[in-house]
């Protein structure tokens, strides 16, 4: 790896950035008080990363410190952030990321201290942006146990994950990309939140689902869709080996339609034309659970 990183410990553009990205931070709402951090690599044994307790909207470059990848401290005057294993993990799994920030986005958040599973084939912006967004289990932050909750979702493709009961992790090539992930996490929690209150939200169908990914495919976006083959579509099921016993279960939104992977062949059978009763269905129960919702309904008036 020396071929691709220089050090960069003293590099004051890259420090003015991360305090950048923390004035976006702590403007957004997504970081109260002393909360979050961001890194940044800059060599092979080198990274840049937000000192513990300061606001992240308030930090200048002279603030900003240096770790070597186990977490040791070998440069700045203010001790680095007591999160710095989780940003390590994740650089030393996946060799392409360089930058991480980690914070509490309050809608995103939300969903992971609800453990509610994040909709997937909704949002055309989702789809191509992110894809599917795993929930790391819930561990006491700043150890090593904390780190290592994170590594089973480390596939290709992913880009951001929510940390369960604490907040989210977004991380890419540079600094902004990563924070961007936050901000578009965030912006559509907010939407299903607000979809939710006014009655739910409306999937796609499978042909709208796979032009989404064929388009990110060709912006040359990378998906854990692409790689896996017995994963559905739109059901949330890229990581479920890294789950094991604690997979999410939705309780707030209808379950996604099941649809075949994107490394399956298309079909329309799973795509119901509106009006249309499935087979097996007991018409005899439906139209008593109706008439039941109507005579209650009524008599709340």
Not at 181 to 192: M, S
Not at 197 to 219: P, V
Not at 268 to 286: H, R, V, W
Request: hydrophobic fraction near 35%; include cysteine; charged fraction near 20%.
């Amino acid at each position: 790896m020396s071929n691709q990183w220089n050090s960069g410990i003293n590099d004051r553009k890259i420090k003015e950035q991360i305090c950048e990205i923390g004035r976006r931070v702590y403007n957004k709402g997504f970081a109260a008080a002393n909360d979050g951090n961001i890194s940044y690599r800059v060599g092979d044994n080198e990274v840049l990363c937000s000192p513990t307790m300061i606001c992240k909207g308030f930090m200048t470059p002279d603030d900003i410190c240096a770790v070597d990848l186990n977490g040791g401290q070998i440069a700045g005057k203010r001790k680095r952030t007591s999160e710095i294993l989780l940003h390590l993990a994740i650089m030393k799994a996946r060799p392409d990321i360089r930058a991480v920030v980690h914070c509490h986005p309050p809608h995103a958040t939300a969903f992971g201290v609800a453990r509610e599973p994040i909709p997937q084939c909704v949002l055309p912006e989702i789809e191509v942006f992110l894809g599917e967004i795993p929930f790391a289990p819930y561990e006491t932050p700043g150890g090593s146990p904390f780190a290592e909750t994170v590594l089973p979702f480390l596939k290709p493709g992913t880009s951001c994950i929510i940390l369960t009961n604490h907040g989210t992790v977004s991380f890419g090539k540079e600094l902004e990309e990563a924070y961007w992930k936050t901000e578009i996490v965030d912006a559509y929690c907010r939407i299903l939140i607000l979809s939710r209150q006014l009655g739910g939200i409306s999937y796609l169908n499978e042909q709208k689902s796979r032009e989404l990914l064929d388009l990110k495919k060709k912006l040359g976006f990378d998906d854990p869709r692409f790689h896996v083959d017995n994963c559905d579509l739109c059901g949330n099921t890229a990581f479920r080996d890294g789950y094991h016993e604690n997979l999410p279960q939705p309780k707030a939104f209808e379950p996604p339609p099941q649809y075949p992977g994107y490394l399956q062949p298309a079909t329309s059978a799973s795509i119901q034309p509106a009006g249309t009763i499935p087979a097996g269905t007991d018409l005899e129960a439906m139209v008593r659970m109706i008439t039941e919702q109507v005579m209650a309904a009524m008599g709340q008036r």
